[in-house]
């Protein structure tokens, strides 16, 4: 089977299963972030109380951890469901928004990686400052540099966890350490609509929830959201109509749309 057919295969068993998947997501895309996990065919729970996160990670397929509104209550909150997620074997997700912006988010992000996050997936500059590999900082959450710069940070990530890393920008790049895959779709317009990244992430979530090749997972979040985004474009007249069609692409997207729009490269 083709590694298009495969994440073709994911999609239409993400709509069939329905994964309920637990989102510690920041203020900014709570919204999006449901609505697009809604229309791919998730089920999404936004849950931060610390009393319940522990008992949420066990109901659910996945966790998503995104510390874009970062705050100390939050991060405890956070910090508890990753370890509650470890221990019970859920797969689980890790947005590190602003890596490298201050040094109040590398420490939390320190913390959280000790919980071994199936899936990381930021932009070449967060991915660079995650991995420590060079000076490069992040300009607020938007990326400073290339993903393909980012390649070497991620192999080092690879190297020191058992994490899939997951560079988004022009050209999304996702690698195990023994495989990367390309994908080179989506759209510029995406970058003017806020928390898009992050929607990724929580996109990303549903799959590793319900797939077991946790890279292939990757892959089809990352194809159905850049596709979504192409085709979104070609409805909207600016990035508040692109929003609105994305979110109606991720629930209607044929078989034929994916197929003559995919652009994936196996290495």
């Known amino acids: 089977m083709t590694m298009e057919k495969i994440l073709w295969k994911h999609i239409q068993t993400l709509k069939a299963t329905a994964p309920l998947v637990h989102n510690i997501t920041n ?12 229309a791919a065919g998730a089920s999404p729970v936004m849950a931060h109380a610390k009393s319940e996160v522990q008992d949420m990670a066990a109901l659910a397929h ?7 509104t970062l705050d100390e209550y939050w991060s405890e909150a956070m910090l508890m469901a990753a370890e509650a997620a470890h221990t019970q074997g859920k797969p689980w997700i890790l947005d590190p928004v602003g890596a490298g912006a201050t040094p109040f988010r590398d420490t939390v992000l320190q913390q959280l990686l000790q919980f071994r996050p199936t899936v990381i997936r930021g ?4 991915i660079i400052a995650l991995a ?14 290339e993903s393909n710069e980012a390649v070497a940070a991620a192999m080092t990530i690879v190297k020191h966890s058992p994490s899939i890393v997951c560079i988004s920008g022009a050209t999304d790049i996702i ?3 023994s495989q990367t895959i390309l994908i080179r779709n989506g759209h510029p317009l995406m970058t003017k609509v806020t928390g898009l990244g992050c929607t990724a992430s929580a996109l990303i979530g549903a799959f590793i929830g319900i797939t077991a090749d946790k890279t292939e997972a990757t892959a089809a979040a990352m194809a159905l959201i850049g596709i979504a985004g192409e085709l979104a474009e070609q409805q909207s007249k600016g990035p508040g109509s692109l929003q609105q069609h994305l979110i109606d692409k991720l629930y209607n997207l044929t ?7 995919i652009k994936i490269e196996k290495q």
Not at 27 to 38: E, G, K, P
Not at 123 to 126: D, K, L, P, R, Y
Not at 255 to 261: A, H, L
């Open 27 to 38: 203020y900014v895309v709570m919204n999006t972030t449901a609505n697009a996990l809604l």
């Open 62 to 68: 996945s966790l998503v951890i995104n510390i874009g």
């Open 123 to 126: 932009n070449a500059s967060e």
């Open 132 to 145: 420590k590999a060079n000076s490069t900082r992040t300009k607020g959450v938007d990326s400073t540099a």
């Open 175 to 177: 690698t195990d350490g």
């Open 255 to 261: 078989e034929e749309e994916f197929y003559s729009r």
